[in-house]
């Protein structure tokens, strides 16, 4: 696939604020105007759409997000697009703060036969500049709120296909899975099935944060702790694996794949706790069977 080389400048805070207190604030161009807040826990960058623009956004709806380390922002940034099988879909981003110029910048390209109208003159260059002063948050109506519900179910719906279809389609599956994110952010389940698509194209970093915002969402859900427990195996960290598959377990975990995941086995070959963890889940999920 080929990778989006995105240029996006913003207008923002000395690069030395900015890397100390995230992204805030409203900023305007082609892709409307966006605010931007940053989580103080999670340090999670979000910028939502507010108004105007030339793709057709919902109020609220998520636009941006990631995280900015230092002088670098990694994440993503949702697109509408144009040309033969070119959907609305997130691109990865790697942006850039120059603190000379109190720029954000970042290089990208779209897929091969796609463009998009926030693209400036059919150039590779986004810009965005910040607006004085806080302003008003996006006006959300019940009609847009219900809209955006139904856009977030109907999305969701398409990556659940995608994974269970006969041939699993998991870079559909990603794509819808955010795409229903960036409508409805709160939605354990979504985040859970986007670390699922993470984890089956091999990128294991991306599911930890899945379903870690998934988790952050709903903590009781087992298979989650689970699936990341197989996360933290996929690179090798025992002690984060082994926390998580306590925790899947305390919670009532009674599936059969702990015994059968090939990462978690390989790591904790021969450790007893993981053998009696292995034993606790069989008999649970024989007793299950018998009722």
Known sequence: MTRLILL?????????????????????????????????????????????GKCSFLPGQGIVDGVLEGDVFVGRIFLCQTGTACEDRFYPVMAF??????????????????????LEDNSRLLTLTRIEGDGPGPVVTP??????????????????????????????????????????????????LLGVAEMKLGNADAAITAYRQSLALRDDYPLTHYDLACAYARL??????????????????AENDITVDLDLNTLFAGDPEFKALQAKVAQRAAQRRKR
């Open 236 to 253: 090798k960290n025992r002690s984060a694996a082994m926390q998580s598959l306590r925790r899947a377990v305390e919670l009532g975990l």
């Open 97 to 118: 703060v120059d603190p000379d110029e109190g720029t954000f910048s970042a290089l990208v390209r779209l897929e091969t036969a796609c463009s998009s109208p926030v």
């Open 8 to 52: 996006l400048t913003l207008a923002l805070l000395p690069a030395s604020a900015a890397a100390a207190q995230g992204l805030h604030g409203r900023f305007s161009g082609t892709l409307g105007t966006l605010r931007f807040d940053t989580d103080e826990k999670t340090g999670q960058v979000l910028g939502e759409f507010e108004s105007s």
């Open 143 to 192: 009609g847009q709120d219900r809209k955006a519900q139904e856009r977030a179910r109907r999305a969701y719906k398409l990556a659940e296909a995608a994974v269970l279809q006969a041939r699993p389609d998991y870079v559909t599956a990603k794509m819808r899975a955010q795409e229903s994110i960036s409508f409805d952010r709160n939605n354990f389940a979504a985040h859970l």
